[in-house]
């Protein structure tokens, strides 16, 4: 084997310790290629409306029957996959910079400055998720962009908290001084000294926090908050399909059970993500 | 000759509590502090608890700024200085600190913890010269080159220390202050990291500040030693002399020799060390001292020389002739 | 004899902390147990207190005898009757040792109460007095004090009225003086070795330092790597070490009026518990080893009431 492909195994092999991790990897990555290649793909279009064979049972031509409007289930869940996964990676990934940045600063300078943002972000996380979201949407309107900026402030402080405490425990760590004393100011201490011993744990609950915005998009999907109709989105499915539980239970079947199987593959990868940023356990097995 | 390192009156107060009803409390972890280090000396800081060594410690590192007096680096105040003035100094004085298994980042191999000095510094290097670098250092410290691609958690207590004073000396600094580096230590290690400073001093020109709670490693390794109490010098004693100072004495009377043919009675003082906080008015040192009379609590005595080494800062000295007791 | 360990062996997992522990221990006598990181001298406390199961290890083979019971097959309402009662434990941190939410007082009576089964008053009155004993100022006024309230010897010496509130026979202190400042260590020492004279007690001092078993003990075993390798009466042994370890250890230690550069470390470093090399434990370290020293262990070799385990004192016995 040469040494490069030597290197990217013993890489790949280091962020998927275990089996279960292994496998969620994989996993996801075959639903994020699904949903970047919906359009060819899916086998209708997810607008596609044809009301003679509305709320029809699974077939030879529709895997997963037809909705209350025959659109295909199986091809607007394939597009809707599409909403779900980016609102949720785009909302936790906007949330983790923000929050890692403001965590930081606040922990290492503290004082009034710390007191006041943090008042400011603990307020945000006084409110339940679906209040603000109402809230955001009121004022922006409704769409993926409002729902992206409802979750983002949803688990800003979150991550804020994490780090900050993290920061402040860590700066007062003896190697922290011997920086100090080489002459470093506090980017290089931040960046380099304090930032890499925080974000491990920050990056699992990034990761678990994915799961729980899925669900999050999904409940104001549901709501009618996210991404407008004919979009599809696993939430509105859900919604919308709840109403005929009972008459065509297929058209909820498959958008539920994506969402949960994507929340269980996520975190048995963030399993094994936090494993992989354990060093010591990375020492261990060279 | 100049010394390398003149602390002028030097002091440190902290402030703590203080709230809406609550009056401000003042702790005063150094007062009043004066001495000079001459070039390639070892200066030892001595004291118990509470005594101000590591706060003077960061003092001279200007980790922490002074409340009063000066702190003169070859003649610059670096008390004074900015940050960005003060960093390319920073270089000439480094420190080697006391917890080996925090004082490294436990995230970095040992070439990167050897080599950040020379990123924080802005000094560039290619990655052939960075390598010499790391090379040399471990070699001057006596560890083996493996060690570069280690983490902290997989070296020893000993093997940690040397790392940190291999990084103090990555810059090629003239003084060193050590803080209680060889305290966690094993005594057989302790005593090969010594021998490694003493060698290294010779090698490389240094002046070291030794700081410890050990006075017989603090008589054996020193030049010089300051012995400190709640925030003060109360003595200076010169290696081999006798102490004064009735505090001093009891610090040596409380060393326990490993022979068992020197069995003396242990203790001198009783009462234990007062908190910062309180004050008193005259000598701190007044309400455990054997020797005390009714003007240490009035006044607080001031150091003065002896001879030329050896000073001590006591009234009960200055008045009586000293019988030959202890 | 008080005490008795003979080749006492434990384990924990796949590991051996102590591979051979021999010494004895008699009423009125304080033996100092010595020896740096890895030497397992608390894992001998937690043996004779019988805590190992406690932390997972167990007694593999060998005997610890007091006062004629055997502890290695003593069940655990057995042990639970002699600790705290005729064994008492002093440890190092008094921090950790004591309940943050109990008044000190309070934690002595607690002793007295469980081994002597005194009643409430009585068990104060007690509390009081031995809190009297122990220097403690104003005994009356302290015992309704707080561990935090306290400083750090006045709390070790807390612990050391807890001790003795079970009247105990046997006493082990585990580096009770490591966390305190050095002129509140000698008193604490004083104390303990008062306290022994006067009551007749027998004391195991566990300490790194010896300096200490210099000035206070009468008997004392050096360990290494979970063996005793030497063991003696305090005097013999600091004049006359026959073990490397010992006498290297003797000469790390620096003294007033030592010449400068005189202070020499040992070599090397305490091996981890996986690595331990073959043969004697020391013999990486050591300046006087010789072929068989890595090959076989040496056992101990008594004569004359002092033992040591060393090949150069004694002829080669196989593993």
Known sequence: MTALAATVRSNIAALMPTFSSAFSGVALLILILIACAAPWLAPYPYDLQNLSIAAQAPSAAHWFGTDEFGRDVLSRVIFGARTSLSVSLVAISLSVTVGILIGAICGYVGGRLDRIVMSIVDLTWSFPEIVLALLIVAIIGPGSSSTVLAISIAYLAQFTRLTRTQIKSLKRQTFVEASLSLGAGPTHIIMRRLLPNVVAPVIVVAMLSTGNAILLEATLGFFGMGVQPPVPSWGAMLSTGSAQLFSAPWVILLPGALIALSVIFINLFGEGVLHALDIKAQARSH | MKPILSVRGVGRTFTSGGGFLKARRHFRAVSDVSFDVQRGEVLGVVGESGCGKSTLARLIMRLLTPTTGEVLFDGTDIASLSVRALRPLRRHFQMVFQDPYSSIDPRQKVRDTLLEPFQVQGIPLTLAQANAKVDALLTMVALPLHLADSYQHQMSGGQKQRVGIARALALDPSLIVLDESTASLDVSIQAQVIALLQDLRDRLDLTYVFISHDLALVQYFCDRTLVMYLGRVVEVLPRGATPIHPYTKALMASVLVPDPHQRHEIVRITGEIPSGYDEPLGCAFAGRCPRVQPRCRESLPILRSQTDQHAVACHVHESTVLAPEF | ?319
């Open chain 3, 1 to 319: 004899m008080l005490l008795t360990i003979e080749h006492l062996k434990i384990g924990f997992g796949p590991y051996e902390p102590l591979s051979g522990v021999d010494l004895d221990l008699d009423k009125g006598e304080i033996l100092g147990l010595v020896g740096e990181s890895g030497s397992g001298k608390s894992m001998t406390a937690m043996s004779i207190m019988g805590l190992l199961p406690l932390m997972g290890g167990r007694v593999k083979s060998g005997s610890i005898r007091f006062d004629g019971v055997e502890l290695t097959t003593l069940d655990e309402p057995g042990y639970r009757a002699l600790r705290g009662g005729r064994i008492a434990l002093i440890t190092q941190n008094p921090m950790t040792s004591l309940d943050p939410v109990v008044r000190v007082g309070r934690q002595i009576d607690q002793v007295s109460q469980l081994h002597l089964h005194l009643d409430r008053q009585a068990a104060k009155a007690r509390s009081v007095e031995l809190m009297e004993r122990m220097r403690i100022p104003n005994p009356a006024l302290a015992y309704d004090l707080f561990p935090h309230q306290l400083s750090g010897g006045m709390r070790q010496r807390i612990v050391i009225a807890m001790a003795l509130a079970g009247d105990p026979d046997l006493l082990i202190a585990d580096e009770p003086t490591t966390a305190l400042d050095v002129t509140v260590q000698a008193q604490i020492i004083q104390l303990l070795v008062q306290l022994v004279r006067e009551r007749g007690l027998g004391l195991v001092l566990i300490t790194h330092d010896m300096g200490v078993v210099a000035q206070t003990c009468d008997r004392v075993a050096v360990m290494y790597c979970g063996q005793v390798i030497e063991y003696g009466p305090v005097a013999t042994i600091f004049d006359n070490p026959r073990h490397p370890y010992t006498s290297a250890l003797i000469g790390c230690i620096p003294r007033p009026g030592m010449l400068p550069r005189s202070l020499a470390g040992i070599p090397g470093m305490v091996p981890s518990a996986g690595n331990m090399p073959k043969g004697c434990r020391f013999n990486p370290r050591c300046n006087k080893v010789m072929d068989i020293c890595r090959q076989s262990i040496p056992l101990p070799m008594s004569e004359a009431g002092r033992s040591v385990s060393c090949f150069l004192h004694s002829p080669g016995q196989l593993p």
